[in-house]
């Protein structure tokens, strides 16, 4: 049995999609689906059973787990990058996975877990994967900072050798539209462009970048859960890895290649940027490959125009989720 926690989120439940696919069913998902509208990414997956995050919680603490978990894959938590909640990010983000991990270690069940790119702040240290430089990202909000702690956890307890995180880059796709404020702007533009024929992008506040010049590492969902897939094969492999495509494009490219998947003519108003953001806003991403490359691990990824044409002609037009 695999569990993966977050299971109805835009990953964990692309992850579900991707055992189907590969015909594993053996799955225990776990979320907090409240009155969002997460449950519809559940629909047309297979999966044995569903738990609450906290009736799971108390399953783990009291020891009443199977004996036939067989990996744990760990997706759920906050991953709002603007929530102000630190003592509920801190309990959500690092109390939940270290019990999971613990748990899982001292089991010898393989355990993968969802750090973040927001761990790496400003980029100005780089986004070098490297354990030993850990100690030196500043993350620049209360998000990343409650990754980057469990990072900092792991390292000092020295469960790198037997746990495996990823440092997710952009990632878009398909269900992701419950995530609101936090949905890709693929996704969040493309209503833009039906209503209005014109995509709203941020201006730039540094002189070294235009506007619309400011550069991401976007990683397509589906080229993201083809990772996890293999790592989950090979246990072996552990430690703390970039995950993004490898190269930057800018927010412009991200335009260009909606309206060209749209059939439409290019037209960007550039706006004000909030000022809660401006100062942890992030102008450049791009995750160095190198040590997840090494490993093996499949990362022949879609460009980003193949992605984003994926994404909008299966996807967004018939606003359908990731179905078996």
């Not at 010898?108 to 490297?130: E, I, K, Q, R």
């Not at 022949?300 to 990731?322: C, G, I, M, R």
Request: aromatic share 14%.
């Amino acid at each position: 049995m695999i569990i993966v926690t977050g299971g109805a989120g835009m990953i964990g439940s692309a992850f579900v999609w991707k055992c189907n696919q590969e015909g594993e069913d053996d799955i225990w998902i776990v979320d907090n689906l409240n009155t969002s509208e997460k449950w519809r990414n559940l629909v047309g997956l297979r999966y044995s059973d569903y738990w609450h995050k906290d009736e799971f919680l108390e399953i783990i603490l009291e020891g009443d787990l199977p004996k036939s978990v067989r990996a744990i894959v760990h997706m759920g938590g906050c991953s709002a990058t603007t929530e102000s909640d630190a003592d509920y990010l801190m309990e959500n983000n690092y109390r939940y996975t270290r019990i999971l991990a613990e748990w899982a270690m001292a089991h010898g069940v393989p355990f993968l877990y969802a750090s973040s790119a927001a761990t790496y702040g400003d980029g100005d240290m780089g986004f070098d994967d490297n354990k030993e430089r850990l100690h030196l990202l500043k993350p620049l909000n209360r998000y990343g900072y409650s990754k980057h702690f469990f990072d900092l956890c792991a390292q000092k307890e020295g469960w790198l050798d037997k746990i495996t995180g990823l440092k997710f880059f952009n990632v878009y796709g398909p269900n992701e539209y419950h995530k609101g404020d936090m949905r890709s702007v693929m996704c969040k533009t493309y209503s833009q462009i039906l209503e209005s024929g014109e995509i709203k992008l941020f201006k730039s506040y540094k002189s070294s970048y235009t506007n619309g010049g400011q550069m991401r590492d976007f990683i397509y969902v589906k080229d993201v859960v083809t990772v996890m897939w293999w790592l989950l094969k090979h246990p072996h492999v552990t430690g703390l890895f970039n995950l993004g495509s490898g190269q930057a494009r800018t927010w412009n490219d991200v335009a260009n290649a909606l309206f060209s998947a749209m059939g439409r003519t290019p037209k960007v108003e550039y706006i004000s940027m909030p000022d809660h953001l401006i100062h942890q806003y992030q102008y450049f991403t791009e995750a160095p490959m190198k040590k997840l490359k090494a490993t093996g691990a499949p990362l022949d990824f879609l460009s980003l125009e193949e992605a984003v044409a994926d994404y909008v002609k299966s996807y967004l037009v018939s606003q359908e989720t990731l179905r078996h």
